[in-house]
């Protein structure tokens, strides 16, 4: 069955450091892979996502994801972490043939001055 | 600009209650999804539906139902509401197609308490 894992439930880096969150999926073929973001009180919002090609994607916020299918993992980085990254991010992958999302179960990333 | 809308921000009902929660998007999408937000637990897939009338249960559909009699609208029903159902419920909605490379879009939320 698919699956997917964030390792790390809090994160806390310094504003200015950067960052690196991690994925793990279990997926039987070629996966989609996501990460989103969701600040305090809100909905979550799409920052990236990989279907194919190029296994290093871009996103919104200056984030990117790098999809090593050696390792099963889809890691989101930043350089440089602002403070208003503070959030809480989820890493998903489609399911098949089905339109759903199965979702880890979020790392919250904290932001120290 | 793309908009999934929740009825209400935040819920307070009794031990017992009917509860309706409103999902409304204006994207035209097909589907449709309904999930509950717990600390630890990440998102959970409660029901979702691919077209109007049709529904199919998530992982953890005990205690809800839903309704979906627009392309547009989609309600979650707690029939008997339950302090155990009190949570963040989140919907979702995407375009057709059944692969797996449908990117959701997520209304605000509903954060209901159950006293």
């Known amino acids: 069955a698919q699956s997917v894992t964030q390792p790390d439930i809090h994160i806390t880096v310094s504003e200015g450091a950067s960052l690196e969150l991690r994925c793990n999926y279990s997926y039987g073929a070629t996966p989609y892979l996501f990460w989103y973001v969701q600040s305090p009180g809100q909905g979550l919002q799409l920052l990236l996502k990989y279907f194919s090609g190029d296994t290093l994607v871009q996103g919104i916020k200056g984030f990117e994801a790098e999809f090593k299918r050696s390792q099963s993992s889809f890691n989101l980085r930043k350089p440089s972490v602002h403070w208003s990254d503070a959030a809480e991010y989820f890493c998903a992958v489609g399911s098949g043939n089905t339109g759903k999302l199965i979702f880890g179960q979020g790392t919250t990333l904290q932001v120290k001055p | 600009d793309v908009k999934v809308t929740q009825s209400s921000r935040y819920l307070v009902k009794r031990t017992g209650e009917k509860v309706f929660l409103e999902c409304v998007q204006d994207?035209?999408?097909?589907?449709m999804f309904w999930y509950r937000q717990d600390p630890g637990l990440g998102l959970r897939l409660i029901y979702f539906?691919?077209?109007?009338?049709?529904?199919e249960k998530g992982d953890i559909p005990e205690g809800y139902s839903v309704s979906r009699e627009k392309k547009e609208r989609f309600s979650l029903i707690l029939e008997s509401a339950s302090t155990n159902q009190t949570s963040m419920y989140l919907c979702?909605?995407?375009?057709?197609?059944?692969?797996?490379?449908?990117?959701?879009?997520f209304g605000p939320g509903t954060r209901l308490t159950v006293l």
């Open positions: 994207m035209d999408h097909e589907n």
């Open positions: 979702a909605s995407s375009s057709a197609g059944t692969s797996g490379n449908n990117e959701q879009f």
């Open positions: 539906s691919y077209d109007v009338k049709m529904k």
